[in-house]
């Protein structure tokens, strides 16, 4: 694979590139969902192929092909540097990248248990047992149990020097009741929802998530649901687990800060970003309690990695220091042209065949003092949400919309009351300067995202988000009609 790219990179100079990196990714994938007792789908698949990016006449170019031999090569170099030149006659700016070192390095996902040397049977029985559990409950009428596995091995080399081999694995479960009395319908998902939990670790993650021993309670809590009260209408004060707090922070703080979406450059998926470049280093995103960083060192994220596709080394950095917004996502080409010295290694592509855009890495809630018990004791009157359920948001990142499983009410530092069907709304900034608790490391869990979209043609990438329960003061609270 070495010898392949090393190749594919003399050829792009010989036809005039002046820049040029080669990545070649085999991937290898396994899902199985099984629906109540049955299994419902499996998908075991193995791709391989070659993305080609090139600078020439000062423009991009981009190719790929899934033929991993000499002469496939060539071709696609060829494509990707007449492309490049095409492009350059239409050309706002000449492409400038802020400077990397060449590294020459391998990395590897450290992990206990491969997850595919665990038979299929075994995984299928694991999630047979938590649907049949959860189908003692006659109301839960659908059932679900998911495992996902995937591992990625990726060789990187560019014209400036660098040689990275990389071996990213992650794995990832969940299980999920819904029921219905006939005229409504509620859900409980664990340990989250859109798929369960997923890390980059091994077979071994799955072990940890005890499905089976909390499949009678999620059931049970959907059953319950049927009977709760609409969840109150108003103003309230809001605690948010660290569940959906995560997605909280994946829509109005990870890709609000993209930098790509912040120029313009990228419009797709909800479009660009109100955190204009104007507001670094002054703008009170939030209150002085929320750190918020980005970190793509942390063990067990899915944006954990050695080296990012351009080759940039993985970093931890604030985004969000003492309530105040301080940095971004970046790219080398926007970190230049922000000024930046150096970029974040916020570049991935979704497989071979696409172009590396601006993807988050793992961006995490700093934690503070206390647990969800004291956060609850302290707490007058609120409304406590867990698991998302749904989300929207404008194309600014400004305004925004969730709703979650389930809730609770909260009076005098106790439960009171579970409710159905809670949402709440506000804006981004409002929202986030309103947070006045946040629960400390015992509460602390890395959420991972394992779908997010984003790109024309789309992309999906993976990423995690740390967070433990917050309460945010007088924010609009109402149930989903």
């Not at 033929?67 to 239409?90: G, N, R, W, Y």
């Not at 609409?230 to 103003?235: D, L, N």
């Not at 670094?280 to 954990?304: E, R």
């Not at 986030?432 to 779908?451: A, Q, T």
Request: hydrophobic fraction near 40%.
């Amino acid at each position: 694979m070495k010898d392949l790219a090393l190749r594919a990179l003399d050829t792009a100079k010989k036809l005039g590139a002046t820049y040029a990196d080669v990545r070649i990714l085999l991937t290898r994938r396994e899902d199985i969902l099984v629906k109540n007792e049955r299994v419902a789908s499996l998908e075991q698949t193995e791709d391989i192929g070659v993305g080609v990016r090139v600078i020439a006449d000062g423009a991009w170019g981009f190719a790929a092909t899934r033929e991993v031999t000499p002469e496939a090569l060539d071709k696609c170099v060829a494509q990707a540097v007449e492309i490049a030149k095409a492009s350059a006659t239409l050309k706002e700016r000449e492409v400038v990248l802020a400077p990397e070192p060449a590294h020459v390095a391998f990395w590897e996902t450290p992990i206990e248990v491969d997850p595919f040397a665990i038979s299929l049977d075994k995984k299928v029985e694991t999630l047979r047992q938590c649907t049949q559990i959860m189908r003692k409950f006659p109301e839960v009428k659908v059932a679900v149990g998911w495992m996902s596995f995937q591992r990625k091995h990726q060789w990187f080399a560019s014209t400036e020097g660098a040689i990275i081999e990389q071996i990213l694995t992650r794995s990832g479960a969940g299980i999920q009741a819904q029921a219905t009395d006939g005229s409504d319908l509620q859900v409980r998902s664990y340990p989250q929802s859109h798929g369960g939990q997923f890390m980059s670790k091994g077979y071994e993650l799955v072990d940890e998530l005890r499905l089976a021993d909390h499949a009678e309670q999620i059931a049970e809590e959907a059953k319950a649901l049927l009977t709760a009260d609409p969840c109150p209408e108003g103003e309230f004060d809001l605690i948010l687990d660290g569940s959906q707090l995560a997605l909280q922070i994946h829509e109005s703080v990870g890709h609000a800060l993209e930098l790509d979406r912040v120029f313009g450059s990228e419009a797709n998926y909800a479009g660009t970003s109100f955190a204009t470049p104007e507001k670094l280093g002054n703008f009170q995103y939030g209150s002085p309690i929320v750190n918020i960083v980005a970190d793509a060192t942390s063990p067990g994220g899915l944006a954990t990695f050695g080296y990012d596709d351009e080759g940039v080394q993985a970093q931890r950095w604030h985004l969000i220091k003492d309530g105040i917004l301080v940095d971004y996502l970046t790219s080398r080409e926007t970190a230049a042209r922000l000024g930046a010295e150096r970029s974040h290694g916020c570049m991935r592509a979704d497989g071979w065949q696409n172009l590396p855009i601006i993807r988050m890495v793992n961006i995490s809630l700093m934690p503070k003092e206390g647990t969800l018990d004291d956060l609850i004791a302290d707490t007058k009157h609120a409304i406590f949400m867990a698991v998302n359920r749904s989300w929207s948001i404008d194309n600014q990142r400004v305004q925004f919309q969730f709703g979650c499983e389930i809730g609770w009410e909260i009076k005098d530092g106790k439960k009171v009351r579970m409710v159905k069907n809670p949402c709440y709304a506000g804006i981004t900034w409002e929202f986030w300067r309103s947070c006045d608790f946040i629960c400390g490391e015992s509460e602390f869990v890395l959420w991972g995202v394992p779908n997010c979209g984003k790109g024309q043609p789309p992309q999906r990438a993976e990423m995690s988000h740390g967070a433990a329960p917050a309460r945010f003061r007088k924010v609009k609270v109402f149930p989903a009609k």
